[in-house]
């Protein structure tokens, strides 16, 4: 039971993000004790994926976070004399600005339930007023019986079984009202075994669409458990520092990951395709033959740029947009390469800093298809959760659904020596680790965040129709005003396993400069038209519009360590996600704080083999024993996860 844990750990993690989950993997692989507990009822925090009604709930936690209980102060006792507190927020505050439209039709002849969990919306088709959009969207009926304990294993928990078999979303408690992610995510674990094979096409068997391709509110509701719905919208580079951490802790086989099909780029309010590879630019009929000789040249040279230095070094001062138009390129070769290739700003990117993006990119390029991208089946969201398994085999504790009220810090020393859980229970230890959103106000009064603008849609096809539906993309909207970010839209298909078959779930993002919504808006009218009855029967030019998410989120990514009030030494902050596509600040973070922790060990190195492991004490033969956690790790074959560690070769 989480109320009765051991009372001293060598680490403990507060909050399940990537960094986080990545240096509790670390740090139990390397032999620490470690506690990871987190406050909500899923993994992942702002990292998190959730199905349609997990989404629907957390939406309304948020929208309901002023109502929240008081929390007991009877801790505040167990402080001694000679030992100070550092309280802990008992509210999260990294998402503001929460606004929900449902253009979808209703249908209302009957009553329609996800998995037994959610009724159908009953708003109207439109709503202006978010608060009241989203309150009819989450419309719970019946109660789900918490857990028992609320010290919980990645590995141990349900896997990813028929929709009629999964929990049910809790009205009562809040904060278990996610708690369908844990049980309905975590299969993704085991889905790559061969006896699992008849849960891998959730999103194929799905009951066909009606010809006329018109999608209600309900059936979304009724499929909602085929939505896997990422908070936070990235991408994996092939060669990335995330691939190669999945490659060498072998975590990979954890996980299972698709291609990114297509880069597409948005120029002259029209969405076309960009030419990556050799193969893609000669095949081209967008670019005339002399456009594909000036590309591949420019492109070979930024492959080689670091031994030809005379021929950037005169326009290092200028912007890589400026340096762009220096090189024998058309408008249309600049346009790709800045906003579909190197992915920077037009204004705020150096000559230097648009070369190294462009050669990363051509860098990533055939490792493991025609794109440098990769995105994990089911989610981002899956990728803590690796992380959190792998420090589970390794002894790692965790407790979800469990809030620190405090840190003791002991005055003479100024550093802190253990936490103050929600049952008054005292656990020492060495190390803490922090993720941001925990510290309270008075933690992060001179902190100075920025902001993520986000956006997820549902739509009913995609942005650029092709031959097959099963279509993954990136697409840059570059910005109409300066001082305003480019936009970055990622649209995923049925094969992801995060939306229903028929739908395409879109993420955008881009920097804040006002609300997510006034960011984003203007892009989704440009490439989308909301659905409305009159247009069932017209085939209208641009996708339609079924259902949409704005909200923006904290990026703590940049925050100095010294803007934090008074944190004592073996306090460790870790950042929420940043605004980036890849993942490797993250795993910069990661790295750096478990390198001061343990700062001779080796990052995260492969599990042993369990013929190699010999138990103290233990006179059986090496394998044999099953009561261990150790052998467990590297116990079976990667099968599908094999395709990580070997790359095709690069493609022509």
Same mark, same amino acid.
């Given at each position: 039971?989480?109320?009765?844990?051991?009372?001293?750990?060598?680490?403990?993690?507060?909050?399940?993000?990537?960094?986080?989950?990545?240096?509790?993997?670390?740090?139990?692989?390397?032999?620490?004790?470690?506690?990871?507990?987190?406050?909500?009822?899923?993994?992942?925090?702002?990292?998190?994926?959730?199905?349609?009604?997990?989404?629907?709930?957390?939406?309304?936690?948020?929208?309901?976070?002023?109502?929240?209980?008081?929390?007991?102060?009877?801790?505040?006792?167990?402080?001694?004399?000679?030992?100070?507190?550092?309280?802990?927020?008992?509210?999260?505050?990294?998402?503001?600005?929460?606004?929900?439209?449902?253009?979808?039709?209703?249908?209302?002849?009957?009553?329609?339930?996800?998995?037994?969990?959610?009724?159908?919306?009953?708003?109207?088709?439109?709503?202006?007023?978010?608060?009241?959009?989203?309150?009819?969207?989450?419309?719970?009926?019946?109660?789900?019986?918490?857990?028992?304990?609320?010290?919980?294993?990645?590995?141990?928990?349900?896997?990813?079984?028929?929709?009629?078999?999964?929990?049910?979303?809790?009205?009562?408690?809040?904060?278990?009202?996610?708690?369908?992610?844990?049980?309905?995510?975590?299969?993704?674990?085991?889905? =790559?075994?061969?006896? %699992? $094979? +008849?849960?891998?096409?959730?999103?194929? #068997?799905?009951?066909?669409?009606? &010809? *006329?391709?018109?999608?209600?509110?309900?059936?979304?509701?009724?499929?909602?458990?085929?939505?896997?719905?990422?908070?936070?919208?990235?991408?994996?580079?092939?060669?990335?520092?995330?691939?190669?951490?999945?490659?060498?802790?072998?975590?990979?086989?954890?996980?299972?990951?698709?291609?990114?099909?297509?880069?597409?780029?948005?120029?002259?309010?029209?969405?076309?395709?960009?030419?990556?590879?050799?193969?893609?630019?000669?095949?081209?009929?967008?670019?005339?033959?002399?456009?594909?000789?000036?590309?591949?040249?420019?492109?070979?040279?930024?492959?080689?740029?670091?031994?030809?230095?005379?021929?950037?070094?005169?326009?290092?001062?200028?912007?890589?947009?400026?340096?762009?138009?220096?090189?024998?390129?058309?408008?249309?070769?600049?346009?790709?390469?800045?906003? =579909?290739?190197?992915? %920077? $700003? +037009?204004?705020?990117?150096?000559?230097? #800093?648009?070369?190294?993006?462009? &050669? *990363?990119?051509?860098?990533?390029?055939?490792?493991?298809?025609?794109?440098?991208?990769?995105?994990?089946?089911?989610?981002?969201?899956?990728?803590?959760?690796?992380?959190?398994?792998?420090?589970?085999?390794?002894?790692?504790?965790?407790?979800?659904?469990?809030?620190?009220?405090?840190?003791?810090?002991?005055?003479?020393?100024?550093?802190?020596?253990?936490?103050?859980?929600?049952?008054?229970?005292?656990?020492?230890?060495?190390?803490?680790?922090?993720?941001?959103?925990?510290?309270?106000?008075?933690?992060?009064?001179?902190?100075?965040?920025?902001?993520?603008?986000?956006?997820?849609?549902?739509?009913?096809?995609?942005?650029?129709?092709?031959?097959?539906?099963?279509?993954?993309?990136?697409?840059?909207?570059?910005?109409?005003?300066?001082?305003?970010?480019?936009?970055?839209?990622?649209?995923?298909?049925?094969?992801?396993?995060?939306?229903?078959?028929?739908?395409?779930?879109?993420?955008?993002?881009?920097?804040?400069?006002?609300?997510?919504?006034?960011?984003?808006?203007?892009?989704?009218?440009?490439?989308?038209?909301?659905?409305?009855?009159?247009?069932?029967?017209?085939?209208?030019?641009?996708?339609?519009?079924?259902?949409?998410?704005?909200?923006?989120?904290?990026?703590?990514?940049?925050?100095?360590?010294?803007?934090?009030?008074?944190?004592?030494?073996?306090?460790?902050?870790?950042?929420?996600?940043?605004?980036?596509?890849?993942?490797?600040?993250?795993?910069?973070?990661?790295?750096?704080?478990?390198?001061?922790?343990?700062?001779?060990?080796?990052?995260?190195?492969?599990?042993?083999?369990?013929?190699?492991?010999?138990?103290?004490?233990?006179?059986?033969?090496?394998?044999?024993?099953?009561?261990?956690?150790?052998?467990?790790?590297?116990?079976?074959?990667?099968?599908?996860?094999?395709?990580?560690?070997?790359?095709?070769?690069?493609?022509?």
């Amino acid at each position: 039971m989480a109320d009765n844990l051991p009372s001293e750990f060598d680490v403990i993690v507060i909050g399940t993000g990537l960094p986080e989950s990545i240096i509790a993997a670390a740090c139990s692989r390397s032999g620490q004790r470690v506690l990871h507990v987190d406050s909500r009822s899923y993994y992942g925090g702002n990292w998190a994926s959730f199905s349609f009604s997990g989404l629907l709930s957390w939406i309304k936690e948020y929208q309901e976070s002023s109502d929240m209980l008081n929390e007991s102060s009877a801790w505040q006792e167990q402080i001694l004399e000679d030992e100070e507190a550092i309280a802990l927020s008992k509210m999260d505050k990294t998402i503001q600005h929460v606004e929900v439209f449902c253009y979808a039709s209703q249908d209302l002849q009957e009553d329609v339930e996800e998995a037994g969990a959610l009724q159908k919306n009953h708003a109207s088709v439109t709503s202006a007023d978010s608060t009241e959009a989203a309150n009819s969207a989450c419309l719970p009926t019946e109660d789900e019986s918490s857990s028992t304990a609320s010290s919980e294993v990645p590995a141990e928990q349900t896997p990813r079984s028929d929709p009629g078999s999964a929990p049910e979303v809790t009205e009562a408690e809040v904060s278990g009202e996610k708690e369908n992610l844990c049980d309905d995510k975590t299969g993704v674990l085991s889905t =790559s075994e061969e006896g %699992t $094979s +008849e849960n891998v096409p959730v999103a194929e #068997d799905i009951t066909e669409q009606p &010809k *006329n391709n018109r999608i209600t509110y309900s059936q979304i509701v009724k499929e909602g458990r085929r939505f896997n719905i990422d908070l936070v919208s990235k991408l994996l580079y092939s060669r990335g520092l995330l691939i190669d951490l999945l490659i060498k802790s072998n975590v990979s086989r954890y996980a299972e990951f698709k291609n990114i099909t297509r880069i597409l780029a948005f120029r002259e309010g029209r969405v076309e395709q960009v030419p990556c590879s050799r193969a893609d630019v000669f095949n081209s009929k967008q670019l005339t033959m002399v456009e594909k000789r000036m590309l591949m040249k420019f492109l070979t040279f930024c492959m080689e740029y670091e031994e030809h230095p005379d021929e950037y070094k005169a326009y290092e001062e200028m912007t890589f947009s400026e340096y762009l138009k220096t090189q024998k390129l058309t408008p249309n070769l600049q346009h790709f390469v800045l906003h =579909s290739i190197a992915m %920077t $700003s +037009e204004t705020a990117s150096s000559t230097l #800093d648009g070369l190294r993006a462009t &050669k *990363n990119f051509l860098h990533c390029l055939g490792r493991y298809g025609n794109t440098p991208f990769l995105f994990p089946l089911y989610g981002q969201g899956e990728l803590p959760q690796c992380f959190c398994r792998m420090c589970a085999v390794f002894g790692g504790i965790y407790c979800l659904r469990h809030s620190v009220q405090c840190l003791v810090v002991d005055k003479e020393s100024r550093k802190c020596k253990a936490i103050i859980d929600q049952f008054g229970q005292r656990i020492i230890s060495k190390h803490f680790l922090v993720e941001d959103s925990y510290f309270s106000e008075n933690t992060c009064s001179h902190v100075q965040y920025r902001q993520i603008s986000r956006a997820v849609l549902i739509t009913d096809r995609s942005v650029l129709q092709a031959d097959s539906d099963q279509q993954i993309s990136i697409l840059t909207v570059p910005p109409e005003e300066p001082g305003t970010s480019a936009v970055r839209v990622i649209e995923l298909c049925s094969s992801t396993m995060t939306c229903m078959k028929g739908t395409y779930l879109v993420h955008l993002t881009c920097t804040s400069s006002k609300t997510a919504r006034e960011d984003l808006e203007p892009v989704v009218e440009k490439l989308f038209t909301p659905y409305t009855e009159m247009e069932i029967e017209n085939e209208v030019e641009k996708p339609r519009l079924l259902w949409a998410l704005y909200f923006n989120m904290r990026d703590s990514s940049d925050v100095s360590r010294n803007s934090y009030n008074d944190l004592p030494s073996n306090v460790y902050v870790c950042s929420g996600p940043d605004c980036g596509l890849g993942n490797d600040n993250a795993v910069k973070q990661a790295e750096t704080l478990f390198q001061q922790i343990c700062p001779n060990e080796d990052f995260c190195p492969p599990p042993p083999n369990p013929e190699d492991i010999i138990l103290d004490g233990d006179s059986l033969q090496p394998g044999a024993s099953e009561s261990g956690d150790v052998p467990e790790a590297n116990s079976e074959p990667p099968k599908e996860h094999a395709n990580l560690e070997k790359p095709e070769e690069p493609s022509e």
